[in-house]
């Protein structure tokens, strides 16, 4: 964790979601997606929160009040502690325990909600929890993990439908991360192969299970997925990034003598492009046409859940905005079915293992964590004219380009 950081109040929605519900009227929102918290909800297993699912619904009766319709996701990487301790999603009976929890939300919420949003990130979460051992449970344990994600596939289908059970014409998906991988060597042939099985793993695997019903690993037979064909009335993709990938003989060596070389394959980014803070990937938004071109193999309409810019500049923020809002719309211009865009994030926040580093503000509206103060930053006034119209003007085409936004990073 960053600086040994905890949460805290964050922006402290809890108490002041109403009066930042104004300002996205001020911007000219019309969706919004927000997520339920599960140890909220369900403190113990066997006891439920009234009180805290009151307050969601009324936050969200606010939304509509207000015009905006809510896409609500049920978790959003956080699991009760009751849970972690029975064997978090490495236990077969973690399927039980989120359709439990996700009936009482949905039967609670039926008459509000019809756009839901099942799991957020599940390879992150995995990549994170199981593999990289950043975030809980903090383990280094490939078998584990491919329990976790079978798991979190089968809690899926099953949610999905749940879902459909008590609400038939309920909108039903996933919010997926999705990475572009392209070979750092254009001409190398192993570069080109480890782009492939990458993207195969990160991007589609986890899809095609819930999809498909089935698990295709590598030199393995199928796992069956149970309920999980055809479980996605749409896609969500959270796009923020690109990463230059290959294999070389350092890592070739690796298969032999495993004490030469750290990691199996060769990941970065190309010196002097645009780029995140600490490790994060290239700002690459011809990616995300690519990514919605690609993935409307899936036949389902697709929304943008998630993009956005980890910075304390926001002339960067409002370059990077236009420039993936405008490959948007090229996607759109070629027959994909794009149905909405939410813009991570609205405020800044507390980004788990980042924490309150100021180099990962994501915000449209910043935040003064101590005083709650909120000081909307010309971003928002940007992304509020682009709502407005629904569209980009030729003037904000031309002001914000990929090409300023590599002179700004650079400048």
């Not at 519900?21 to 339920?36: G, K, P």
């Not at 491919?146 to 038939?168: D, G, K, M, T, V």
């Not at 997926?176 to 990160?202: E, F, S």
């Not at 004490?259 to 803070?277: E, M």
Request: with cysteine.
């Amino acid at each position: 964790m960053y600086q040994g950081q905890r949460s805290g109040a964050a922006c402290d929605w809890w108490n002041n979601a109403e009066d930042d519900f104004d300002r996205m009227i001020e911007m000219n929102l019309n969706t919004h997606r927000l997520s339920i918290e599960w140890s909220r909800v369900q403190p113990a297993p066997r006891r439920w929160d009234e009180a805290a699912l009151a307050r969601y619904r009324h936050m969200i009766s606010a939304l509509k009040a207000r015009g905006i319709e809510p896409m609500v996701t049920l978790h959003h990487f956080t699991n009760p502690l009751w849970m972690v301790r029975q064997g978090g999603w490495e236990s077969e009976h973690s399927i039980e325990w989120f359709v439990r929890y996700v009936k009482k939300v949905v039967g609670a919420l039926k008459d509000q909600v019809s756009l839901w949003c099942t799991i957020n990130e599940p390879n992150v979460m995995v990549g994170q929890g199981w593999l990289a051992g950043i975030w809980p449970p903090g383990k280094q344990d490939h078998m584990a993990a491919i329990e976790a994600s079978l798991n979190l596939a089968r809690a899926h289908a099953a949610a999905y439908h749940a879902i459909h059970e008590i609400i038939p014409e309920a909108q039903v998906g996933i919010a997926k991360h999705i990475v572009t991988w392209d070979p750092r060597l254009a001409w190398l042939p192993t570069d080109h192969a480890v782009a492939r099985l990458i993207n195969y793993v990160t991007n589609h695997l986890f899809l095609d299970a819930i999809t498909q019903g089935k698990v295709k690993l590598p030199f393995l037979r199928p796992i069956p997925i149970k309920g999980g064909q055809n479980s996605l009335d749409w896609l969500g993709i959270n796009y923020y990034q690109r990463y230059r990938v290959g294999f070389t003989i350092k890592h070739a060596l690796r298969l032999l003598f495993p004490q030469i070389a750290s990691d199996w394959f060769y990941q970065g980014t190309k010196p002097g492009h645009p780029k995140g803070p600490s490790g994060w990937g290239e700002f690459h938004p011809p990616g995300l046409l690519w990514t919605l071109e690609n993935l409307s193999r899936y036949g389902v309409p697709i929304y943008v859940t998630e993009n956005g810019i980890p910075s304390n500049r926001d002339e960067l923020r409002q370059s990077f905005l236009v420039s993936h809002i405008h490959q948007i719309w090229k996607a759109i211009q070629r027959g994909v079915s794009v149905k909405g865009y939410y813009h991570w994030s609205l405020l800044d926040n507390f980004e788990w293992a980042q924490g309150y580093n100021p180099e990962f503000k994501f915000g449209l509206i910043g935040v003064n964590f101590e005083t709650q103060a909120r000081e909307p930053r010309p971003s928002s006034s940007l992304y509020g004219r682009i709502c407005k119209m629904n569209a980009i003007s030729a003037e904000t085409a031309t002001t914000f380009t990929p090409q300023l936004l590599s002179k700004l990073f650079h400048g």
